[in-house]
């Protein structure tokens, strides 16, 4: 019997993460002050899914959210279930929707 070459990480019976679903929020609620299209921090704008795509990516959105030391958004960490939904969101492929 042949094995697929990817195995789906998600149990069965579980929704997977999607941007449109379950990130967008996190992200407009969260880092839309600093990372809007007006005046980018670090020139980093997140105002939609490609750029936050790549970001997590290539980029070190996911690191720095999960920073204690210099946690993004600046005003401290996200509560956990959002981080541990866009680790979902990274594990379940960075799927749009």
């Keep these: 019997m042949p094995v697929p070459d ?3 990480p998600t149990p069965p019976g579980e929704a997977k993460v999607t941007y449109e679903k379950d990130v967008k929020d996190i992200i ?4 839309l002050t600093c990372h ?10 997140l ?12 980029g070190n ?6 920073d204690a030391a210099n946690p993004m958004p ?3 960490k996200l509560v956990q279930s959002s981080l541990t939904l866009i680790d979902k969101w990274k594990a379940d492929g960075f799927l749009e929707n």
């Design 36 to 45: 809007s299209t007006v005046n980018p921090r670090a020139g980093l704008i």
């Design 47 to 58: 105002v939609n899914y490609n750029q936050v795509k790549n970001s997590a990516q290539n």
């Design 6 to 8: 990817t195995v789906d």
């Design 61 to 66: 959105l996911i690191a720095r959210m999960n």
């Design 28 to 31: 407009f609620n969260n880092c």
């Design 74 to 76: 600046p005003n401290g």
